[in-house]
């Protein structure tokens, strides 16, 4: 991830924007919360979430957006979504919601498939992730375009799919 801040996508409903270090605490809080559906189940202690950081900020193609609900034109955070490039594919992984929304007009698929476009526009990869298959997130994930192409006896392999129905929404340049 650069230095430098990115909001991917704004409107009146939601922001998907770069996390920085005023969300790293809640992104512990949120990981710990879902530890069973990710690969790494141990609880995750504030030290070594800093040094995750720390790392994660050095690394040029590893990026990660909060998910942020417009409640009364305050943002609250709701959830994250995160990609890195991986040989010559996206993996998409951290996507999570952290919060149920409170004020509605936005969905954690919209900032998934905005990350798609984004991907896509800029970098024209393949999008890839691996999903336990304990994650009851798998439908959502292919509901959302994404299909499986390979499992093992941990993990379904999946790909994203429909690149030729680009997103509804415009991501910014």
Not at 43 to 51: A, C, G, P, S
């Amino acid at each position: 991830m650069s230095a430098e801040s990115i909001i991917l996508y704004e409107n009146d409903k939601f922001h998907l924007r770069s996390i920085n270090h005023a969300d790293i605490e809640l992104l512990r809080i949120w990981k710990n919360k879902n530890k069973k559906y990710f690969f790494h189940t141990s609880i995750i202690t504030i030290e070594q979430q800093l040094n995750w950081f720390e790392s994660f900020y050095l690394m040029e193609d590893d990026h990660m957006y909060i998910v942020e609900e417009l409640c009364e034109e305050k943002p609250i955070k709701v959830g994250v979504v995160g990609w890195r490039i991986k040989k010559k594919y996206a993996d998409i992984y951290n996507i999570m919601r952290g919060e149920r929304g409170h004020c509605g007009g936005y969905s954690m698929g919209q900032a998934l498939r905005l990350m798609f476009s984004y991907i896509w526009k800029k970098e024209n990869l393949s999008i890839r992730c691996v999903v336990l298959r304990n994650n009851p997130a798998l439908e959502w994930y292919i509901s959302n375009g994404m299909e499986i192409v390979g499992e093992d006896s941990l993990s379904f392999y999946l790909e994203y799919q429909d690149y030729n129905n680009p997103s509804k929404f415009s991501i910014k340049e």
